[in-house]
Structure formats: C-alpha cells, structure tokens
C-alpha cells in the first residue's frame, strides 16, 4: 500500500508540474494576443468595439482565469486551484459558441479593412510569434480544454480514492468533460449543417429539402441498383441520413447549369424501413443488400465487400 501511495504521489507530482509548465506557455501565447492585438486595436481605434470584441471574445477571461490557476499551481496548492478554476469553466464553452463567427468576421476584415490587414501582417512578423499567424493563437483556447480533460484525469487516476482530495478532483473533472462535450458537440452540429448544405447544393433544383433541423448526415457512395426485371444495373449515388436515404443521378454532362450536379430520384423515409444481407455473409467478392420500405424494395449491390458491409452497419444502425 506503502509503495502504490509513493507511486501515485509520484506520478502526480509529475502530472502537476507538467500542467504548470504548459499552463505558463499557453499563459505566454494568450498575452501575445492580448497584448500586440487587443490592447493596440483598442487604442487605436482600428476596428470598431463590436468587431474587435465578436473576433476575441471572451479572451481577456480566459486569461485571467488562467493566470488565477497558474498562481495556486505555483503555490502547490493544486485541488483548491482546480476547484476555483472550474466556476470560470463556462467561458471556454462561450468561446467555442462564438468561434465560428469570430472567424467568418475576422476574414471579412482582413478582407474589407485596409489598415487592418496591414497591422496584422507587421504584428505576425515580430519574433515573439515564431511565425504563428492570428488564427493559430485564437484557437489555443479549444485545443487547452481538451488539454485540461487529460491531465485531470491523470491527477484523478493517481490520487488515493480515499481521500477528501479525490472527491474534490472527481466534481472537477466531470465539470471539464461536460464542458468539453459541450464544446464537441458544438463543432459536430457545425460539420452536420456543412455536410447537409454541400449535398443540397450537389442537387439540382431546390425540390429535395435536405437541410432539416434533426437531421444528421451519415454517408454517402455510389452503389448499384438491381432492377426487379432482367434490366441492366443502375448505378445510383445515395446519401444516408438519420432519417432519410436519398437515390440520385448524374445530370447529363453537356447540360449548361448542371453537368456536375446530380438529379434526385427519390427520397425513402426510413422509419418503416428493414435491412438485410442478401449474400455477402462471407468474404467472398462484393455483396447485395435488400433495403425494403412499405411500397418498394431495393436491392443494392456492389462489389467491394468492405463497401457492401459498411453500408449495412450504416442503414441498420439509421433504421434503428
């Protein structure tokens, strides 16, 4: 018991220092930022109070949370520390929220502003910013959450659980991962809305609706479709989402708006919808699947098996 309490006490001491350390560099970089952009911009008055605070946000926070964590850590005083950090836990979970469009603002500057563009160009020059640009910097606060995720957990994982230090590292480290799974989900609804947008614009016309609030894009490829009589096989593109398959085709190439776009055939609610392997059970070549909806029945067929497989997992899982 002896040796396991020197063995944690070790490694957490370790886990601490490295925090510490890292929490000094990431402390430095929040500063250059602060510092030669936020601070200067202010006085200066280069861009007006609404731009320059939807492009930084929160920052000014962030740095001052951490420059409180930093001082405990420096003390030894690590659990209190945390503790007193996570009630500022909330701001990174702001910044995640406004990221997005503190980027979309920060290009339409850069873009439209002149003296801007300039100022910036000079700053990134400095030696101070080892040739790190703005945007590199603006995103440290999201990769340092996903930091902190890991390093309380390995304070946790090397801590007595008996022991009132535990309890207290416990209630923070669930608090970081909410808030991280907060910051997830955020980027995950954001790729969703790109993905939906993209296939909504690979369509022709605006007759298939495919941006739909709930909807989650979930594959996509080209498969072929086995017709019912002794017809030649259809090479169709589908789009599965979580609640719709999508069938659709090549527009003719020499057509003048839309020679790269493709012509939806038809759209299949999933909710009343079954799945299952014809053959392809083995790993012999290709396989066939029969998807089957109230008043039709596909077979797709293709002949990569990894392919053929992948698809079945994907429609199984969608239709469940």
Not at 111 to 122: A, D, I, P, T, V
Not at 171 to 188: A, G, L, N, R
Not at 199 to 216: A, E, F, H, I, M
Request: net charge positive; hydrophobic share 35%; aromatic share 10%.
């Amino acid at each position: 018991v002896e040796d396991q309490r020197a063995r944690w006490e070790r490694k957490r001491s370790r886990t601490a220092k490295e925090l510490l350390e890292t929490e000094h560099r990431y402390l430095e970089q929040l500063d250059l930022v602060l510092s030669y952009f936020v601070a200067i911009l202010k006085a200066k008055g280069t861009l007006k109070p609404a731009v320059l605070e939807t492009i930084f946000g929160p920052l000014e926070s962030l740095y001052s949370a951490s420059h409180v964590l930093s001082l405990h850590l420096e003390k030894g005083s690590l659990v209190p520390g945390l503790e007193n950090f996570c009630q500022s836990l909330d701001l990174y979970g702001h910044y995640a929220e406004n990221f997005e469009q503190a980027n979309k603002t920060l290009k339409e500057q850069l873009r439209k502003n002149k003296s801007f563009r300039r100022f910036k160009k000079l700053q990134e020059t400095r030696p101070q910013f080892q040739g790190r640009e703005l945007e590199d910097l603006l995103a440290l606060p999201l990769q340092r959450l996903h930091q902190y995720k890991h390093f309380l957990r390995d304070l946790l994982e090397n801590t007595s659980p008996d022991t009132t230090d535990y309890q207290k590292l416990a209630k923070t480290v669930k608090s970081v991962c909410e808030v991280s799974q907060w910051v997830q989900d955020i980027f995950e609804k954001r790729e969703n809305s790109l993905q939906l947008l993209r296939v909504q614009k690979l369509l022709k016309g605006q007759k298939t609706q495919v941006s739909t609030p709930g909807r989650w894009y979930i594959r996509e490829g080209w498969l072929l479709v086995v017709p019912s009589k002794g017809e030649e096989l259809k090479r169709r593109m589908f789009f599965l989402f979580s609640d719709i398959l999508i069938a659709a085709k090549p527009c003719h190439p020499l057509h003048l708006l839309n020679s790269n776009k493709l012509s939806c055939r038809a759209v299949y609610p999933l909710h009343q919808c079954s799945v299952d392997k014809v053959f392809g059970h083995t790993w012999s070549q290709g396989g066939l699947l029969s998807v089957s909806f109230p008043h039709k029945t596909l077979l797709l067929m293709s002949s990569n098996q990894q392919e053929i497989n992948d698809w079945y997992r994907s429609l199984a899982a969608a239709v469940r």
